[in-house]
């Protein structure tokens, strides 16, 4: 039987020499070593000739200590008092109830330098799995992500380019639906009121200006957007801004139900007839939609189901049963209401 080969200066080879063999990172190595399907083929051959080279053998009592992993989930997301975000939280804590899992929420108050900072904390913890809101992370975020030797799964979007799974919906293809919608029941002077405008806002925009431009109707006095984190006293405010810029606007779709709420108030406020005079639509679909007068049409999107499947996934992989479909899209539902019943 061969015995490992010294490296130079002494001692069993280690995973730094392979590292420096290699021409890598140790992460890089350890994880070609734990997840070969983690890495490319090339540098998983790359990798493998230098172990074989240098008789690199692991310690199978260092493994034991370096796989040991704590009972805990870590989630982040943007905001802990959005109901959005919380349908999700819900949803992954009632999954884990019967496990032995715990769960560690971070709150990133939609700032990429907080969630960079987070995760340098989860990290040295070494959570059993990741759950990420948004594929929006900064390099430093998703460098840390990719070495965080755990399942990782980001919710609430979809993309082509997880940073191991991801399970969410189309912001776009939901923006381009309501507008359609308001298209299709009559409505042409549309606007698009949005607050906060992050990177899902900004899809939804996105959506609605695609769904205006093929329709031949966009005019960019017909967007209303700012920074600020969204109200429904904002929405009001934001709606008499978006008729002083046109005031024949005719309907209007909002980046959120807070905004949507708030122009249905504003129209009572100023005796605006909804939906003969103005048409309303929100995205996500609050209870609070449904309970309004009259109803507001919204885009449901499936926020609890979307924190019970991260949760499976997660676990699945776990298990070493990783899913074969990394990406899921649990898709969107258009919710016709009174708003929009022109």
Do not use: W
Request: contains cysteine; proline residues 6%; positive net charge.
């Amino acid at each position: 039987m061969s015995k490992p080969r010294s490296r130079r200066g002494g001692g069993r080879p280690t995973i730094a020499d392979v590292a420096r063999k290699a021409g890598v990172g140790a992460i890089t190595v350890s994880r070609a070593l734990r997840e070969p399907g983690r890495v490319s083929e090339d540098l998983r051959r790359q990798i493998q000739a230098a172990v074989d080279e240098l008789g690199y053998v692991p310690d199978p009592n260092a493994r034991a200590l370096a796989s040991a992993r704590a009972e805990v989930f870590g989630v982040l997301v943007p905001s802990l008092t959005n109901n959005v975000f919380a349908e999700v939280v819900r949803g992954i804590y009632d999954s884990l109830s019967d496990s032995p899992f715990r769960i560690q929420l971070g709150h990133t108050h939609y700032s990429g330098l907080e969630e960079e900072r987070l995760l340098q904390v989860f990290g040295p913890q070494r959570p059993a799995a990741l759950i990420v809101a948004g594929i929006d992370q900064t390099p430093t975020s998703r460098r840390l992500l990719e070495t965080a030797g755990c399942p990782v799964v980001q919710v609430m979007e979809t993309g082509s380019d997880p940073v191991d799974m991801l399970v969410g919906f189309s912001h776009l293809d939901g923006g381009r639906a309501a507008t359609e919608h308001m298209i299709e029941a009559g409505y042409r002077r549309i606007g698009f009121i949005g607050a906060r405008m992050d990177p899902r806002s900004q899809r939804r925009l996105a959506g609605y200006r695609a769904a205006m431009e093929t329709a031949g109707l966009f005019d960019p006095r017909l967007v209303t957007t700012t920074p600020v984190p969204s109200s429904v006293p904002l929405g009001r405010e934001l709606f008499r801004d978006a008729l002083a810029k046109m005031p024949t606007l005719e309907g209007v779709f909002c980046n959120n139900d807070d905004i949507a709420l708030g122009v249905l108030f504003e129209c009572h406020r100023a005796a605006i007839a909804v939906p003969k005079t103005i048409g309303i639509t929100g995205f996500n679909d609050l209870d609070m939609m449904q309970s309004a007068f009259p109803s507001i049409t919204s885009i449901r999107t499936p926020r609890y189901e979307i924190g019970r499947r991260a949760v499976a996934m997660a676990l699945a992989a776990i298990s070493g049963k990783r899913p074969e479909q990394r990406i899921v899209d649990l898709g969107f539902e258009l919710k016709r209401r009174e708003s929009t019943a022109r």
